[in-house]
């Protein structure tokens, strides 16, 4: 079993920006497709963006794309989601999500995913 727990989250006004961690309890990522999706409030959880075990392929969705960045330290622990010029939109609790897939892909579909973190709450005020 693999525990994702998810770091990062916090209060921010709109047009600031936050890093996201996203670590696997007692191991690394390296073997891992991860992906970041979100939850707002009284909505469906969406897929936001992942980044392939190699970490050579991103992908993103259009509503975050040119301000959401996803990336993996050099050690493979962590994986990271960068927010900058945050909007109220983007208020939402924010899951990372590991695939042990052994395609070079990534997916925006939840059920590509085998482990999931608990999630980490973001709050942007305008």
């Known amino acids: 079993q693999v525990q994702l727990v998810e770091s990062g989250g916090g209060l921010v006004q709109a047009g600031g920006s936050l890093r996201l961690s996203c670590a696997a309890s007692?191991?690394?990522?390296?073997?891992?497709?991860v992906g970041w999706f979100r939850q707002g409030p009284g909505k469906e959880r969406e897929f936001v963006g992942a980044i392939i075990r190699s970490g050579d392929s991103t992908y993103y969705a259009d509503s975050v794309k040119g301000r959401f960045t996803v990336s993996r330290d050099n050690a493979e622990i962590t994986v990271y989601l960068h927010m900058n010029s945050l909007k109220s939109e983007d208020t939402a609790r924010y899951y990372c999500a590991a695939a042990i897939s052994a395609r070079s892909v990534t997916s925006q579909l939840e059920g590509f995913y085998d482990y999931w973190g608990q999630g980490t709450q973001v709050t942007v005020s305008s």
């Open positions: 007692g191991r690394t990522l390296s073997s891992f497709h």
